[in-house]
Antibody, heavy 115, light 109 residues
Framework: EVQLVESGGGLVQPGGSLRLSCAAS????????MHWVRQVPGRGLIWVSR????????DYADSVKGRFTVSRDNAKNTLYLQMNSLRTEDTAVYYC????????WGQGTLVTVSS | QAVVTQEPSLTVSPGGTVTLTCGSS?????????PSWFQQKPGQAPRTLIY???NKHSWTPARFSGSLLGGKAALTLSGAQPEDEADYYC?????????FGGGTRLTVL
């Protein structure tokens, strides 16, 4: 059974940091590019970041560039998102998702940035 | 950054056919944008239906199909079922970035 399980969300103050993790199982994680996507409850999906299979190519949305860093550990089948300098507008459910040809999504983890 | 546009809402009758479209502010959508389509129901994570314009996953119902139509990506639902009522998002790939459309709320009524 394929699983993508996000963790690390929670409440953080503006300017703070969080590190999200996405544990993958049931498919060949090491051959899949991976994405982070966020969604404010009741609103649409927003693409955040992408990392290729070996971690050598990274892309970011303009809104998070310079503040967020995506990485992966293929030995641990885990994807990460380091989020620094968090803003209230970063409040959202964060999903990890596999490459489009695999099509897998996690259930999401809620990040709340508030004082 | 590119803007991806979708119809905000559409309604289809049970058993009917509806086409959702996905346009790009940069011009025509092509296969090089690797259009994907996702379905999301309330309280659930998104589910991938279509990738690379027209490819289906094993879990994609046969009544869904993807194509390019008039410079846009299109998702056609033929024989709508009540369980197809959901939000649908398209997703396009650009150089160094990816963009979701704003989503289409599909009502089966």
């Amino acid at each position: 059974e394929v699983q993508l399980v996000e963790s690390g969300g929670g409440l953080v103050q503006p300017g703070g940091s969080l590190r999200l993790s996405c544990a993958a199982s049931g498919f060949r994680f090491s051959t899949s590019c991976m994405h982070w996507v966020r969604q404010v409850p009741g609103r649409g999906l927003i693409w955040v970041s992408r990392i290729n299979a070996d971690g050598s190519s990274l892309d970011y949305a303009d809104s998070v560039k310079g503040r967020f860093t995506v990485s992966r550990d293929n030995a641990k089948n885990t994807l990460y998102l380091q989020m620094n300098s968090l803003r209230t507008e970063d409040t959202a459910v964060y999903y990890c998702a596999s490459s489009r040809d695999k099509g897998f999504w996690g259930q999401g983890t809620l990040v709340t940035v508030s004082s | 950054q590119a803007v991806v546009t979708q119809e905000p809402s559409l309604t289809v009758s049970p058993g009917g056919t509806v086409t959702l479209t996905c346009g790009s502010s940069t011009g025509s959508v092509t296969s090089g944008h690797y259009p994907s389509w996702f379905q999301q129901k309330p309280g659930q994570a998104p589910r991938t239906l279509i990738y690379d314009t027209s490819n289906k996953h094993s879990w994609t119902p046969a009544r869904f199909s993807g194509s390019l139509l008039g410079g846009k990506a299109a998702l056609t639902l033929s024989g709508a079922q009540p369980e197809d009522e959901a939000d649908y998002y398209c997703f396009l790939s650009y150089t160094s970035t990816r963009v979701f459309g704003g989503g289409t709320r599909l009502t089966v009524l």
